[in-house]
Every structure is written in C-alpha cells, then in structure tokens.
C-alpha cells in the first residue's frame, strides 16, 4: 500500500507545472526498537578501487599508472596496505573514532552482463539471479522484524525504488518537486506568495529539494540537495522511524574520472557526516550506515581515464553501531592472473550477507528468515563482526 505526502503536489499544481520522472531517488522506512539502518544506493557502479586503493598491492600501479595513488601522492594510509582516497578526506575522523569501514572485494551475484539496470535490480531484489525477485529485500525485511506491524515505512520518492517496493506499506515522498522554471521565475512566486505562510513553505520545500539534481543546478546547489535529503533523514529517524535508503548517482566514471570521481564523493561524505551532525549521540550510537553498488568497475584504468563496468566493488559502512576502523573482506589479489575474466576485481564477500548482517543485528531478525524470505538461498554467516557487539 503506498500513501502519498501531497504538499509537493499541491505546490506543482498551483505553479501549472507538468510532472516528470525523478532524477534522484530517496527513500525511508519505520520499524520498532532503537536501533537504525541507512543505505545509500550509489548509482552508477562506483569504483571501490578509487575510493580506498590497495596501495600495498604492487600490481595497482600497473593496472592504473594516472589513476593510482600512493600516500606521497596524497593518499590517506589506513591500515598499511590500503588508504583512502584525498577526496573522502572529510570522513578520516569517523575512521579514527572507528565509526567508517569497508568491505573490499563485494559483489552481488550478478555477473552476466554488466549492465546498470540489471545489477542495480539484483542489488535492490536481493536475488541470487536476474528476475529472482520482484520485490525489494528491505521491503520483504520489514516483514520479519519482530513486531513491524505496528510500524510503516516511507519512501521519499515520487515511486517506490525496488529497494522498499513490495507488499509492506510504504508512504511517498518525493525529492523532486518538478520545478521546472528559471530562477527568476521562482523569486517571482515567492515574493507574490511571500505572505502566505502555506505556499512559502511548500515553495522553500520544493525548492530545496530540486537542489539534489544536477540536471538543473551544479554541483555546489547539488550538494546542498544532498544534504537537505540526510537531513531529512535524520529528522526521520529522531522520530518513529528506524529505516532510511536514498540514492547518491553520479558513479559512472567512464571518462575523466579523477575529475567526475569529486561529485559523488563528495556527496557521499556530506550525506555521512550530516547524517551524524542531525542525529543526536544517542541514536547516532544506534545507527548503522551501509553504501552499497551494483557492482565495481574495471581493474584496469581505459584510454578516456576512466573506468569501465566490472563486478568486484565497494561497500561502506558507518556509523556509531559499526566495528569500524578496518577494511573487510579477504583480498585476492590484482595480479593477471588473480582477476575476473582478465579485467575485474575477484569478488570474495558476497553483498547480501553483508546486508543480512545488519538486519541480523540492528533489527533480530532470525536466520531462517534472511534465508527462506528476504536472501533465499543465502545461508547466512552470522559470523562476521561488521557491527560493535
């Protein structure tokens, strides 16, 4: 069942604006209990080997001479062997307080044709094949946790993503007003309406909402989107609700990635750190962040210095309920003959047992539903520590 918040609505029917697709989609969830979860859907494939590179691995510079870093180049040295990248420099605090860590070497099961759509349907659906699902695992997780049916949940998006989407309840919120006019014709409204209290309000809503697509406004009003959206989030869940998944695009990194790569980056960062900044200590003590994509990106840099669709990715974890300070997973290696079909990243974890620890731990959802009904199939490890104890 989805309930629409209308105010956004109302305000595009008042302007006589014409409705179009949402650029960037967000979304939130409510469940019982104290304990949080947020995903970040990135869009686009980010590279996990741009965002924290294994600069100990002495292949790294031969698969990428103008894209690898080492730390004299600026690279921030985490633990001896892997070290993040200067632009995520704003999240090296949360590493030191061990609230930041990652999963290296992730994947979905998604492996036939490196296409966006299909590997962002198997990230959001949770399974273990193209069409295995059509519902969202977050959707379907809702379900099991104990005593959910008292909670609902809300997807901030004119539709429900794939993520939230299935047979729970979900509320609709849209991150996108459809503005669709020049800045001097929205100045024009808000003075005429400027003494009525409703549509100003409305209007400074959709208007700070527009904020998170590039498609109309660069990057400095894109960002402040960002973090108008985990504001947003935050705000939500200092309330009833315990559940948050939005969406940074921007990933695609096919030409001139360490120019394109800044963007989304630092987006990332500013949705983490407001995130933290709006939660008080104690929620944030209860909040667990993942950022997952729907798969990582080549090993080898291309002529165009970039990137292309790989399989071995990235996830990020954040947040005061997290063990972080370390970089998980087991490493295989980026030797030729270590890689995937000569070009990707090895995937050695398996990303839905990394979501399925979270909905494990923040919310008591037991084994035989994470395996018979939200990852059938998965056969959960329940013994990896990713969040604290």
């Given at each position: 069942?989805?309930?629409?918040i209308s105010?956004?609505?109302?305000l595009?029917?008042?302007?006589?604006?014409?409705?179009?697709?949402?650029?960037?989609?967000?979304?939130?969830?409510?469940?019982?209990?104290?304990?949080?979860?947020?995903?970040?859907?990135?869009?686009?494939?980010?590279?996990?080997?741009?965002?924290?590179?294994?600069?100990?691995?002495p292949?790294?510079?031969?698969?990428?001479?103008?894209l690898?870093?080492?730390?004299?180049?600026?690279?921030l040295?985490?633990?001896?062997?892997?070290g993040?990248?200067?632009l995520a420099?704003a999240?090296?605090?949360?590493?030191?307080?061990?609230?930041l860590g990652?999963?290296?070497?992730?994947s979905?099961?998604?492996?036939?044709?490196?296409?966006?759509?299909?590997?962002?349907?198997?990230?959001?659906?949770?399974?273990?094949?193209?069409?295995?699902?059509?519902?969202?695992?977050l959707?379907?997780?809702?379900?099991?946790i104990?005593?959910?049916?008292?909670?609902?949940?809300?997807?901030?998006?004119t539709?429900?993503?794939?993520?939230?989407?299935?047979?729970?309840p979900?509320?609709?919120?849209?991150?996108?007003?459809?503005?669709?006019?020049?800045?001097?014709?929205?100045?024009?409204?808000?003075?005429?309406?400027?003494?009525?209290?409703?549509?100003?309000?409305?209007?400074?809503?959709?208007?700070?909402?527009?904020?998170?697509?590039?498609?109309?406004?660069?990057?400095?009003?894109?960002?402040?989107?960002?973090?108008?959206v985990?504001?947003?989030?935050?705000?939500?869940?200092?309330?009833?609700?315990?559940?948050?998944?939005?969406t940074?695009?921007?990933?695609?990194?096919?030409?001139?990635?360490?120019?394109?790569?800044?963007?989304?980056?630092?987006?990332?960062?500013?949705?983490?750190?407001?995130?933290?900044a709006?939660?008080?200590?104690?929620?944030?003590?209860?909040?667990?962040?993942?950022?997952?994509?729907?798969?990582?990106?080549?090993?080898?840099?291309?002529?165009?210095?970039?990137?292309?669709?790989?399989?071995?990715?990235?996830?990020?974890?954040?947040?005061?309920a997290?063990a972080?300070g370390?970089?998980?997973?087991?490493w295989?290696?980026?030797?030729?003959?270590?890689?995937?079909?000569?070009?990707?990243?090895?995937?050695?974890?398996?990303?839905?047992?990394?979501?399925?620890?979270?909905?494990?731990?923040?919310?008591?959802?037991?084994?035989s539903?994470?395996d018979?009904?939200?990852?059938?199939?998965?056969?959960?490890?329940?013994?990896?520590?990713?969040?604290?104890?």
């Amino acid at each position: 069942m989805t309930n629409e918040i209308s105010r956004r609505t109302l305000l595009g029917a008042a302007c006589c604006l014409a409705a179009s697709p949402v650029v960037t989609p967000v979304s939130f969830a409510a469940v019982p209990g104290d304990n949080r979860l947020v995903t970040i859907v990135l869009r686009g494939a980010m590279d996990g080997l741009a965002l924290v590179q294994p600069y100990g691995d002495p292949a790294l510079p031969l698969l990428r001479p103008k894209l690898a870093l080492a730390p004299e180049q600026g690279l921030l040295d985490l633990d001896g062997f892997f070290g993040l990248n200067p632009l995520a420099e704003a999240l090296i605090p949360l590493w030191r307080s061990r609230e930041l860590g990652f999963v290296h070497a992730i994947s979905t099961p998604y492996r036939s044709g490196r296409s966006h759509f299909d590997g962002q349907d198997m990230l959001e659906s949770g399974g273990a094949a193209l069409n295995d699902e059509r519902t969202g695992w977050l959707n379907r997780a809702i379900a099991s946790i104990p005593r959910s049916a008292e909670r609902k949940a809300i997807d901030v998006t004119t539709t429900s993503e794939l993520i939230l989407s299935g047979p729970n309840p979900v509320d609709v919120w849209s991150t996108r007003a459809d503005l669709d006019m020049a800045e001097d014709e929205q100045m024009a409204f808000v003075r005429l309406y400027r003494n009525d209290p409703v549509f100003a309000a409305a209007m400074g809503d959709a208007m700070d909402t527009d904020m998170f697509s590039d498609r109309i406004y660069g990057d400095e009003r894109r960002n402040a989107g960002v973090a108008a959206v985990a504001r947003l989030a935050a705000g939500m869940l200092s309330g009833e609700h315990r559940i948050a998944s939005f969406t940074i695009n921007g990933w695609d990194t096919h030409v001139g990635q360490e120019r394109t790569f800044k963007r989304p980056v630092t987006d990332l960062c500013t949705a983490i750190l407001t995130l933290k900044a709006n939660l008080s200590p104690q929620v944030w003590r209860k909040t667990a962040i993942l950022a997952i994509t729907e798969f990582g990106r080549t090993a080898r840099e291309n002529g165009s210095g970039g990137t292309d669709h790989g399989t071995g990715g990235l996830a990020i974890i954040a947040g005061g309920a997290v063990a972080g300070g370390r970089v998980y997973g087991t490493w295989p290696g980026l030797a030729e003959t270590a890689l995937l079909d000569d070009r990707d990243l090895m995937p050695t974890t398996d990303l839905r047992q990394l979501a399925a620890a979270m909905l494990y731990r923040q919310f008591d959802v037991s084994v035989s539903a994470i395996d018979n009904a939200i990852f059938p199939g998965l056969s959960f490890d329940r013994s990896a520590g990713y969040l604290r104890a």
